[in-house]
């Protein structure tokens, strides 16, 4: 038997026939022999639309706080009638009794006029503890062993409310207590993502997104043989499907790799949030709930050898490189220090950075401060700035095994001028800086080149 956790995120809880589907997932893993731990997030658009309560009521709109207060109960009410034929029994007073609770929370906010952080996190957890009782009262009348579990009696944080840190040995011992048994029972325990508790006994929450991060907790705390993350997608794909036509799905991927992807926005998830599942080396597993077939992407630590040249290629659009030239730079020290204490002080973040004896050249993705910065910098060195260029990065392990693949690239691209080269330490990416017109063509030139043949894992 293999403890597993699956995460459902909001779009596979959205309504009564998404509940049908994940249901039919547990169970599939059920009679495939798997122990599986059910972790919920709030049903899609509801945290965003409490947070919005929140706000109202701190402007002291009662009349937006009611009607708010009336079509979330209302929702969940009517997803507990369309999933259960018992939907007036208990489901029913644990759905009153959470939005009662709601209701006078936002009624302090709206009388202090004032959403303290502590507040917001009680109004935003609600979301997922509606919908984790929810989902487990529908399991359980639909014949599966599933049993609720306040996840403020699991994830045990610290109280930076609205980003709260978790607390891994307290959260150990706590799920030791409350899940482990359960699933020793081959009972289903379903927790709300995202949601926590601070030593005082407040609600936390994890920050946007955050049960991803639970779910990895949840595994760690267990240890889990894996992590399933069930989303609307199939999973990580070799390119941006914006960008690039027909790109394929990645079967594995390392978490170096999905990091590198991640600051590309080509993520599905955010790395860091299952990084308490890596370092335990439990794999993650993203799949698609709608169609659970299509096979998923595995995250490891360290994922078995292969042989693809590169792992998945990304861009970022709309870059603009600023070009800083100086010949006292020659034999100099000092220069490049004072190249970037210029963008620190403007707070401006470099991504991608090439240098030569007497030249460096950036990126930039926030241009706010541009002109500023390059006042600046004239102030001891020659600038010049060219607008409307994109990063293109091919990533993947092998470019570190496999010399060829770079200069593969490179070659393939000889039609389109690069402005930049860079290879980082980790050699997993080789990044390059283009004229933003040429992403399009320069994308689907090289994965045509690089994916064509090669297939995937
Ligand atoms: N419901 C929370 C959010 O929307 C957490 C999550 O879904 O991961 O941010
Ligand atoms: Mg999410």
């Known amino acids: 038997m293999r403890t597993i956790v699956m995460k459902f995120g909001g779009t596979s809880v959205a309504d009564a026939a998404a509940i049908t589907q994940v249901m039919a997932l547990v169970r599939r893993a059920i009679d495939a022999g798997d122990a599986p731990v059910v972790v919920v997030s709030a049903m899609s658009g509801v945290t965003d639309r409490l947070l919005g309560l929140a706000e109202a009521a701190s402007r002291g709109q009662a009349d937006v706080v009611h009607d708010g207060l009336e079509e979330l109960s209302r929702r969940h009410a009517e997803t507990a009638h369309r999933l259960m034929d018992n939907a007036a029994g208990p489901i029913a007073r644990e759905i009153d009794q959470e939005i009662a609770d709601l209701r006078a929370v936002l009624q302090a906010i709206e009388v ?20 984790s009782r929810v989902v487990a009262a529908a399991m359980h009348e639909h014949g599966l062993p599933a049993e609720f579990v306040d996840a403020r009696s699991v994830l045990m944080t610290d109280t930076s409310h609205g980003q709260a840190v978790p607390l891994g040995d307290p959260t150990r011992e706590a799920a ?158 000092g220069f490049l220090r004072r190249v970037f204490e210029t963008f620190e002080h403007y707070r401006t973040p470099v991504d991608v950075v090439t240098t030569s004896e007497v030249s460096v050249s950036v990126t930039v993705d926030d241009r706010r401060h541009v002109p500023e910065i390059v006042a600046a910098l004239r102030e001891f060195a020659d600038v010049s700035v060219e607008e409307d260029m994109a990063i293109l990065c091919v990533v993947g392990e092998n470019l570190r095994q496999r010399s060829d693949t770079a200069s593969r690239v490179i070659g393939t691209l000889a039609a389109f001028p690069l402005r930049m080269v860079s290879q980082a330490a980790s050699r997993r990416n080789l990044t390059m800086v283009l004229a933003d017109s040429l992403v399009p063509d320069a994308m689907q030139h090289l994965h045509d080149e690089l994916f064509a043949l090669a297939g995937t894992r």
């Open 112 to 131: 202090l006029r004032h959403a303290h952080p502590r507040a917001r996190d009680r109004v935003a957890a609600s979301g997922e503890l509606l919908n």
């Open 176 to 333: 030791a207590h409350h899940v482990v048994p359960l699933v020793r029972d081959r009972r289903v325990p379903v927790l709300g993502g995202f949601v926590g508790c601070a030593p005082d006994g407040a609600t936390t929450t994890l920050g946007r997104g955050g049960s991803d991060y639970s779910a990895a907790l949840f595994g760690a705390a267990i240890d889990a043989a894996e992590i399933q993350i069930w989303t609307d997608v199939d999973g990580m794909l070799t390119a941006d499907p914006r960008v690039v036509s027909a790109p394929r799905l990645v079967r594995q991927l390392s978490f170096g790799e999905a990091s590198e992807l991640a600051y590309f926005g080509a993520k599905v998830l955010h790395p860091s949030t299952i990084l308490p599942a890596v370092t335990r080396d439990i794999p993650v597993r993203i799949l698609n709930s709608r169609r659970p077939d299509a096979g998923g992407t595995l995250i490891t630590g360290t994922p078995a050898a292969d042989d693809r040249p590169v792992t998945a290629i990304a861009c970022k659009r709309g870059v603009t490189v600023i070009d800083v030239t100086s010949t006292r730079m020659l034999m100099a020290y």
